[in-house]
C-alpha cells in the first residue's frame, strides 16, 4: 500500500464485498470464509490489494454477525482491513463501503471487487487504474468464447457471441460519481455490478483485460479447482540451517525435540537444542525470512532456556501463513556421543508432530567426524538441516 495520505482526492481506496452469504457453494461455512490452500478465499483479494502500491486503504464489507468470523478468517493476513457491515443485497453492501469511505475522508477513486473473487493479479489494478484517468468507470471483461445458446431442457436458437463480454472484479470508479450513481439508483431494482449503476446515471464505462484468476467463486467444484490450480501454481523452495552448541557438564541434553540421558549436556540459546535450531533455520530459509536469531534474538530474557519445539512451531505457522506446505526434512547430527540411532524414530515422531506432517516426511541422520575437529574431541554437537516447502507464488 501507498505509505501517506496525500489528500482525499488522492486516496485510492478498495472495497473489498464480503457480506453474502454463498447458498450456491453449498455447505458450510459463508464462501468468502473457507480455506484454500491454508487461507481465507477473503485474505487473498485484501492482500493483494494491500501490497498493490497505488492503494491507500483497504475496506471489507461484512454481513451482520460476521465479525469473529471476519477476524478469525484474516487472524494471519498481512493486514487488518477496516471491518464495514453490509447489506442484504451485494448493491446495499458496495453502498455500505461508500458510505464509510465518504464519512472517512472520502477518496478519489474507488476499487469495488468480490471477496469470492480470490486471485487478483496486480496487473488488472493496473490496468483498472490507468483506465480511470480516461473515464469515471472501468471494468475487467475477457470474452466469452464457448458458443452461446437459449433454451431450456431443449436446444433453442443460437446467440451471436460476437462482442459479449464477461464482467469481472475490481471494476474501478471515480469515488463521486460513484456514490451519487448509488444513491440515485437506490430502489430502482438490484443491479450486480457498479459499472450497470453508473452507466444508468448516464456516464461512460471503459473496458480493459480481465484475467482467468479472477473467476469468482461460485459453486462447490470452484473450490476444488481454485485449490487445485493453487496447487500448481506453487513453486518449490528448500532451505538449510547449520547450528552448533558445546557440551558441557550439568545440563540437560535435549536433540531433536527429545531430551537424552547423557554426561553431557548443551549449552547455550534456549534449551540449546541443536537440531531443533538448524530446522527452524532450514525452513526460514526455504521462506527467506530472516533466520532464528532476528525472530528469537538470544539477546532477549525470555528465550533463556525455552523449548526450542516453540521456535519449530512457529516456523511452522510463519509457513502455513504463507499458503506453503512443508513436504520434507531432512537433518543430520553431527557428534561422537550420544549415540544417535536407539534415539531416531523418537526424534522423528516429535518432528512430524511439531511440523504437523507424516512421519514419513521427516529424516534423521547422523554421522561422527573420526574425531576429528570440536566435535570429534566431544566439545559439541553441530547439525545441519534441509526442509523443502512448496510456496505459492503472490497472485
Ligand atoms: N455480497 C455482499 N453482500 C450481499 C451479497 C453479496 O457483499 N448482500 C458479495 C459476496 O460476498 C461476494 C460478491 O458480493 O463476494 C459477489 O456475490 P455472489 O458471488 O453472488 O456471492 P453470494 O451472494 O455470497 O453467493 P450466493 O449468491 O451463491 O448466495
Ligand atoms: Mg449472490
Not at 56 to 82: E, F, K, N
Not at 182 to 194: E, K
Amino acid at each position: 500500500m501507498r505509505g501517506a495520505m496525500t489528500g482525499d482526492s488522492n486516496r485510492t481506496v478498495a472495497i473489498v464485498v464480503a457480506a453474502g452469504r454463498g447458498e450456491r457453494a453449498g455447505d458450510g461455512p459463508p464462501k468468502q470464509y473457507r480455506a484454500i490452500a491454508g487461507k481465507a478465499v477473503a485474505a487473498y483479494a485484501v492482500e493483494a490489494f494491500a501490497r498493490h502500491p497505488a492503494i491507500d486503504a483497504v475496506l471489507l464489507v461484512i454481513g451482520t454477525g460476521q465479525d469473529d468470523l471476519a477476524r478469525t478468517a484474516l487472524a494471519t493476513a498481512s493486514i487488518a482491513p477496516t471491518l464495514v457491515t453490509g447489506g442484504a443485497t451485494r448493491q446495499a453492501s458496495v453502498r455500505a463501503g461508500l458510505d464509510h469511505v465518504a464519512a472517512t475522508g472520502g477518496a478519489g477513486r474507488v476499487l469495488i471487487h468480490d471477496a469470492a473473487r480470490p486471485f487478483l493479479p496486480a496487473a488488472v489494478i493496473d490496468r483498472v487504474l490507468a483506465g480511470l484517468d480516461r473515464a469515471p468507470g472501468v471494468i475487467p471483461v475477457l470474452p466469452v468464447v464457448d458458443t452461446l445458446a437459449r433454451g431450456d431442457g431443449l436446444l433453442g436458437d443460437p446467440v451471436d457471441r460476437d462482442g459479449l463480454q464477461r464482467v469481472q472484479t475490481p471494476q474501478g470508479f471515480d469515488f463521486q460519481t460513484i456514490l451519487s450513481a448509488h444513491v440515485q439508483q437506490q430502489g430502482r431494482g438490484d443491479a450486480t455490478d457498479d459499472a450497470q449503476i453508473l452507466k444508468a446515471c448516464g456516464h461512460d464505462v471503459i473496458l480493459v483485460e480481465g484475467d482467468v484468476a479472477l473467476e469468482k467463486l461460485t459453486h462447490p467444484g470452484d473450490f476444488t479447482r481454485a485449490e487445485r490450480a493453487l496447487a500448481a501454481s506453487r513453486l518449490p523452495r528448500t532451505g538449510m540451517g547449520y547450528d552448533v552448541h558445546r557440551l558441557v557438564e550439568g545440563e540437560e541434553l535435549w536433540l531433536g525435540g527429545v531430551r537424552i540421558d547423557h554426561a553431557f549436556g548443551l549449552s547455550g540459546h534456549s534449551d540449546a537444542d541443536v537440531a531443533l535450531h538448524a530446522l527452524v533455520d532450514a525452513i526460514l530459509g526455504a521462506l527467506a525470512d530472516g533466520d532464528i536469531g532476528s525472530h528469537f534474538p538470544p539477546s532477549d530474557p525470555q528465550w533463556r532456556g525455552a523449548a526450542s519445539c516453540r521456535f519449530v512451531e512457529y516456523a511452522r505457522d510463519r509457513v502455513a501463513a504463507r499458503g506453503g506446505v512443508i513436504t520434507h526434512v531432512d537433518l543430520t547430527l553431527i557428534c561422537e556421543a550420544p549415540r544417535i540411532g536407539p534415539h531416531r524414530q523418537a526424534m522423528r515422531a516429535r518432528i512430524a508432530e511439531l511440523l504437523d506432517i507424516p512421519l514419513s516426511r521427516v529424516s534423521i541422520k547422523a554421522t561422527t567426524t573420526e574425531r576429528l575437529g570440536f566435535a570429534g574431541r566431544r566439545e559439541g554437537i553441530a547439525a545441519q538441516a534441509v526442509a523443502t516447502i512448496l510456496l505459492p507464488e503472490p497472485l
